[in-house]
T-cell receptor, first 114, second 109 residues
């Protein structure tokens, strides 16, 4: 199993550009989520999904869209990038929320918005 | 809304010493996680604590949970340099995890 994969690893955008951060897992996990990590802030939840076709907002959803058309993939879309979205983005998955399992984190995408 | 506070946020200690990182949370949390993060890397799961009084140990690290006090601790015994990292606690339920700001731990020879 590859676990949780994220692409790209690094990305530089200009203000106003759009892009999609990819996240995939091959563990048949129902629960997936996106976090951003900023210096001194810990990780903050952006969006999460408890299964295909179901998504919900986390603590900091503004400026981000998600969809979950398959169990494996959970892309995060930035519609119009802003410098405030410069951050490291982590995707995570777990078998399902009710089973109280650990969450597995992907390697992260480091995004810079100029 | 769950809030999670860790202290200390920065800790420099010598090899061989013992120390404890504290994690306080504001409201009921289904579970409590501890993660380790090395510089430039992702998060590695250390412990999942599910019930009051839970204690888990792995090597020189031991985590405990007191749900009545809303407190979890991560105890380091006889620290070694390899344990230098940032440690996060996180709590939450079905609507996602809330993380503390992390404890940056440096262990010096």
């Amino acid at each position: 199993n590859a676990g949780v994969t994220q692409t790209p690893k690094f990305q530089v955008l200009k203000t106003g550009q759009s892009m999609t951060l990819q996240c995939a897992q091959d563990m048949n996990h129902e629960y997936m989520s996106w976090y951003r990590q900023d210096p001194g802030m810990g990780l903050r939840l952006i969006h999460y999904s408890v299964g295909a076709g179901i998504t919900d907002q986390g603590e900091v959803p503004n400026g981000y869209n998600v969809s979950r058309s398959t169990t494996e993939d959970f892309p995060l879309r930035l519609l119009s990038a802003a410098p405030s979205q410069t951050s490291v983005y982590f995707c995570a998955s777990s078998p399902d929320w009710d089973s109280y399992n650990e969450q597995f984190f992907g390697p992260g995408t480091r995004l810079t918005v100029l | 809304e769950l809030k999670v506070e860790q202290n200390p946020l920065f800790l420099s200690m010598q090899e061989g010493k013992n120390y404890t990182i504290y994690c306080n949370y504001s409201t009921t949390s289904d579970r409590l996680y501890w993660y380790r993060q090395d510089p430039g890397k992702s998060l590695e799961s250390l412990f999942v604590l599910l019930s009051n009084g839970a204690v888990k140990q792995e090597g020189r690290l031991m985590a405990s949970l007191d749900t009545k006090a809303r407190l979890s601790t991560l105890h380091i015994t006889a620290a070694v340099h390899d344990l230098s990292a940032t440690y996060f606690c996180a709590g939450g339920g079905a609507d996602g995890l809330t993380f503390g700001k992390g404890t940056h731990l440096i262990i010096q020879p």
